[in-house]
């Protein structure tokens, strides 16, 4: 298994996220199905990821001894009040899917959420026909709570969405 590790995004990030998330494998596992622009992006981080109400972060793995940018990774909606925040994924190149990145990916985000936040709650949303990923979420510690049936029409089906969560104390009792 290679290694990943995780850091923050910066606004030179800009064509890879955008590059990414335009891509059809991407979008079509996400709620947002339209095509972004540098623009929008460069919005999006100045609103959310500078002013702290996004954290997110660059996925560097490790694929034969060579660090690549393959993705990016987020808690956004952090509510300092109910200690919450929703997690999202996605890993945009190619030879980095289906390798096993999910689960690593997910728990050094868990670390960050409930250590250095000071979260009680990560949860997610994922589209129920996404098995490779509920497996990954659950194998990180995520517990399935319940699914919205036709939730979400994607311009040619409804699709059912499956809420997914994990808390502090259920995460602390996995580690040992």
């Known amino acids: ?13 800009t064509s890879n996220i955008v590059r990414w998330r335009n891509q059809p494998e991407v979008y079509k596992n996400l709620y947002t199905q339209n095509l972004i622009t540098e ?3 460069t919005n999006y981080f100045h609103k959310y990821v500078e ?3 996004v954290r997110q972060y660059i996925i560097v793995a490790d694929i034969n001894g060579e660090k690549i940018d393959i993705g990016t990774v987020f808690l956004k909606g952090i509510d ?7 997690y999202g994924l996605f890993i945009g190149e190619l030879q ?14 868990l670390k960050i959420a409930f250590e250095e936040l000071g ?15 509920i497996k ?8 399935k709570e319940g699914v919205l049936r036709q939730d979400f029409y ?3 089906k409804y699709r059912d969405i499956v809420h997914m969560a994990v808390l502090h104390d259920e995460w602390r009792n996995n580690l040992n």
């Open 1 to 13: 298994m290679s290694e990943i590790t995780l850091r923050p995004l910066t606004i030179g990030d």
């Open 39 to 41: 623009d929008q992006h």
């Open 119 to 133: 979260l009680n709650r990560v949860y997610l949303t994922v589209f129920a026909d996404n098995i490779p990923a």
């Open 154 to 156: 994607d311009g040619e």
């Open 136 to 143: 990954s979420y659950e194998k990180a510690g995520f517990k």
């Open 96 to 109: 980095a899917r289906g390798r096993g990145f999910a689960c690593p990916i997910a728990s050094a985000v």
């Open 51 to 53: 002013s702290g109400l």
């Open 80 to 86: 300092k009040v109910s200690r919450k925040a929703e």
